[in-house]
């Protein structure tokens, strides 16, 4: 299994922005993000594939936030124009599947998660 490790998270007023990143053990050819607020079910958030010719987004980031690889072992999120509902758990993940698809199920290795909290 793939060990990943994420960093970047914080504490932003809205309208701010970061960036996350994560660091992947061995070549993963798709990665991406998810988020899970309190009570709240687990939601991707964005997807990328090794070369960024496949990338997915949920309809509540598009425009804000963008999804990018530097290379098959890591994997960042620059988020922009942060909202109080964008404050939860964001958890990297890998996975294998052609197309990368933004699905709980495509993704095998998930990390601990780093904290994003926007206040208004």
């Known amino acids: 299994q793939v060990r990943l490790e994420e960093s970047g998270g914080g504490s932003v007023q809205a309208g701010g922005s970061l960036r996350l990143s994560c660091a992947a053990s061995?070549?993963?050819?798709?990665m991406g993000w998810f988020r899970q607020a309190p009570g709240k079910e687990r939601e991707g958030v964005a997807s990328?594939?090794?070369?960024?010719?496949?990338s997915s987004y949920a309809d509540s980031v598009k425009g804000r936030f963008t999804i990018s690889r530097d290379n098959v072992k890591t994997v960042a999120l620059q988020m922009n124009s942060l909202k109080p509902e964008d404050t939860a758990m964001y958890y990297c993940?890998?996975?294998?599947?052609?197309?990368?698809?933004?699905?709980?199920?495509?993704?095998?290795?998930w990390g601990q998660g780093t904290q994003v909290t926007v206040s208004s």
């Open positions: 993940a890998a996975g294998t599947l052609f197309g990368c698809p933004l699905v709980l199920g495509a993704f095998r290795s």
């Open positions: 990328i594939g090794l070369s960024g010719d496949y």
């Open positions: 061995e070549y993963s050819a798709c």
